[in-house]
């Protein structure tokens, strides 16, 4: 049986497709209609071998290039990437159902943009001079070496771009494990990458369950991970690492707070909401799904809301009319539809929808809880589907309290015309990524990432290159030694 999604093997390593049949199988399907599309394998131990083997072997001599000339091969990368987006985001579509009308704008294309602004910056990646008198030092601004990067299943291209781009420009190599849920994408960037010059080993990519995760992570070669995950999964991780010593990126989870004041222009905030709870199916690490409605416009915003999510278009994800797809996995239903359970026998009131959409996807209705308090489990716990809990405040320093009240701390929001309040509420809310009178926006240029269990480091930006380098000094003494022995 030919499936419509299978790659020629299941890891790219050393600019080729190796497969290792010994390894679990990896079932690839399609969340919309349940189809499988793909059969690959989990990497063996050999499999991480050669795959570690190959990229510390490439990175010597990639950091050996100028940053302008390893900055010209990410750069035509994101050339291809672009040439070839409708092909890439039809496969994007297939690895998580997100549907055509989101993959075509955000996925290959901000891969594309990763590529292009830190091949951009490749060239400028330096030390500083510090004068000392008649004395100096240098400093150098030097690659940590062999890199893993691990990706949760909600943005296959761009997540391999995000880590591959920056770890890349700054000299580095690395071994990327995508999500076993979605394994098909990060091979075409490895694949894209070989085509645009790179050399052989410095982008690999191996397939697996956590177990192969956790290998790379602990092998002694490596200096640096840079995880998007769970916070449960983030935790053990940066363990692993720290017994090595190693350099982290972590990109976790949230819980994260919009808080809309009575004076904001109720469409833009009910957009911004909306993007914060349903782009991606819901499925998105920054969502702001602890709504904060001001008592004055909840009656209006929870009106407008359903009025506008009942025109939503769910259903095939490969027609760029439809808006929301599916759940990624079977599994992922189950859990979100859990919380919609508790939701309910908590007490929060449901709006809107809360139920499984039949046929023979993992759909599930747009879900809208007012009346949530913050002991529910719903206003506790990270769900990472289509559920919003609107709750009601009264005044400023109320809602930051609350919208502080949890240990996760990636992303946050205000709605207001105030243009003092939007500052003051964004300087007090404990988040790494804040958003004023807009949600969930991601350019390239600009740092992302999380503060309290959402994360360490930053992925994008500036930010990206010292996380993806490390200083090396250099003291020179234009004198005598003055030693007193
Ligand atoms: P998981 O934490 O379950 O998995 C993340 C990745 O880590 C997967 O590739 C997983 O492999 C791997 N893994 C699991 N255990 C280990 C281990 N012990 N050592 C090394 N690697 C391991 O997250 P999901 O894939 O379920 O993604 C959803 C989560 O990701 C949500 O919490 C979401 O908020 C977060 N996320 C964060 C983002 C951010 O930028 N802050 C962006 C997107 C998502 P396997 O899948 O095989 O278990």
Not at 385 to 396: A, K, L, T, Y
Request: charged share 25%; aromatic share 8%.
């Amino acid at each position: 049986m030919t499936l419509k999604c299978q790659p020629k093997a299941s890891h790219f390593i050393d600019g080729e497709y190796i497969e290792d049949t010994d390894g679990k199988i990896i079932e690839c399907i399609y969340p919309a209609t349940g189809e499988k599309i793909a059969e690959l394998h989990s990497a063996t131990p050999k499999i991480v071998e050669m795959a570690l083997k190959s990229a510390k072997l490439a990175q010597r001599s990639w950091s050996k290039l100028s940053g302008t000339d390893r900055g010209r091969i990410l750069r035509k990368a994101s050339d291809i990437i672009r040439e070839r987006n409708r092909e890439l985001s039809i496969l994007e579509t297939y690895d998580t159902g997100k549907p055509l009308q989101e993959t075509l704008y955000v996925d290959a294309t901000s891969g594309a943009d990763a590529l292009e602004y830190f091949g951009g910056l490749a060239g400028s990646i330096t030390g500083e001079h510090i004068p000392l008198g008649d004395d100096w030092a240098y400093t150098k601004r030097i690659p940590i070496g062999l890199c893993v990067g691990i990706g949760a299943w909600n943005y296959p291209t761009q997540i391999a771009c995000w880590k591959g781009a920056p770890a890349l420009a700054c000299g580095n190599s690395m071994v990327f494990k995508p999500s076993e849920m979605t394994p098909l994408c990060a091979l075409k960037v490895a694949e894209i990458l070989l085509e645009a010059g790179a050399p052989k080993g410095i982008f690999n990519v191996i397939q697996g369950y956590g177990d192969v995760g956790a290998a790379l992570v602990s092998d002694n070669r490596v200096g640096k991970v840079s995880l998007t995950g769970s916070a449960e999964t983030g935790k053990k991780v940066y363990a692993s690492a720290a017994s090595g010593m190693k350099h982290v990126t972590m990109e976790l989870g949230g819980k994260s707070p919009l808080i809309i004041f009575d004076d904001a222009d109720v469409e833009n905030a009910i957009g911004g909401a909306m993007l914060a709870n349903m782009y991606s199916t819901g499925q998105v690490c920054s969502n702001g799904t602890r709504v904060f409605v001001q008592s004055g416009i909840k009656e209006v915003f929870l009106k407008r809301f359903a009025e506008r999510v009942a025109k939503i278009k769910i259903g095939d994800p490969m027609d760029e009319k439809t808006q929301f797809g599916p759940m990624v996995s079977e599994k992922q239903r189950s859990i979100v539809m859990d919380y919609i359970q508790k939701g309910k026998a908590e007490g929060a009131k449901l709006i809107c929808g809360g139920n499984i959409i039949d046929g023979d996807g993992w759909f599930i209705e747009p879900t809208v809880f007012s009346e949530v308090t913050d002991e529910m489990t719903i206003a506790k716990e990270e769900i990472f589907g289509p559920v919003m809990s609107v709750f009601e405040f009264e005044d400023e320093h109320e809602v930051i309290t609350r919208a502080n009240n949890t240990d996760l701390g990636l992303a946050g929001g205000v709605f207001t015309k105030d243009i003092q309040r939007a500052h003051r509420v964004v300087d007090e809310l404990e988040a790494g990524t804040c958003f004023i009178n807009s949600y969930n926006d991601a350019p390239v240029e600009v740092p992302f990432g999380g503060v309290k269990d959402s994360g360490v480091g930053r992925e994008n930006s500036k930010a990206a290159i010292e996380h993806f380098s490390q200083l090396k000094t250099v003291y020179v003494r234009m004198g005598n030694v003055d030693s007193p022995y």
